[in-house]
């Protein structure tokens, strides 16, 4: 069960880390490291490379976001990795102390047996142990589920500082020609898309 966790997360990782390093490829207006770009109404704007954003998430959790200056998020990811380390700690001390009163209470030294579990069956003892590791895996892999989640969310924000989403978007009427109608008329358009990389 540890071999398929451990292979999960890196990947994961490696997942993060070929689709950050595609869009940069596919992107030829994005420079490879942090810079300053305008956004539709002239202002100048930073933008982040997402390549950096996922390896540094990936080295330590948070330090994508605050790469990315977004530090109210570090509550969010040192809360989850720090809950599930927690939890994971609790299962593996508990799964010992069981683990050691059924061979305690199997070789009939129950004098040794932690107060706790003294009252407990030799089957009970050995469901308990069973069901607390089966939660240390559990515990491994929602750790591992977090750390993934953190490197995606920080290499999607760093995708996301290059699109202009200034409060003067808005839809616009424009009259258009349609070649596969084969007739003109009026278009409901958008804009959503990245910023103007002209400096």
Excluded at 183 to 198: C, E, F, M
Aim: a positive charge; proline letters at 3%.
């Amino acid at each position: 069960m540890r071999t398929v966790i451990f292979t999960a997360f890196f990947y994961v990782l490696l997942s993060c880390s070929n689709a950050a390093n595609a869009q940069i490829k596919k992107d030829s207006t994005k420079v490879t490291t942090a810079g300053v770009t305008r956004d539709s109404t002239g202002k100048k704007i930073r933008f982040f490379n997402p390549r950096v954003a996922t390896i540094r998430s990936a080295i330590l959790p948070g330090l994508g976001q605050i790469y990315n200056k977004k530090y109210w998020k570090l509550p969010f990811v040192y809360g989850a990795l720090g809950t599930t380390a927690g939890i994971y700690l609790f299962n593996i001390n508990t799964y010992k102390a069981l683990r050691q009163a059924y061979v305690f209470k199997n070789n009939k030294a129950d004098s040794l047996i932690d107060p706790e579990f003294k009252n407990l069956s030799l089957n009970a003892l050995r469901g308990y142990r069973d069901s607390y590791r089966q939660n240390i895996d559990y515990s491994v892999l929602f750790f591992i589920l977090f750390w993934g989640l953190n490197i995606v969310d920080a290499t999607v924000d760093a995708h996301l500082k290059a699109f202009d989403v200034n409060d003067n978007l808005s839809l616009q009427l424009k009259p258009g020609y349609s070649p596969m109608a084969n007739t003109s008329g009026i278009s409901l358009v958008l804009n959503i898309g990245k910023r103007n990389t002209a400096k």
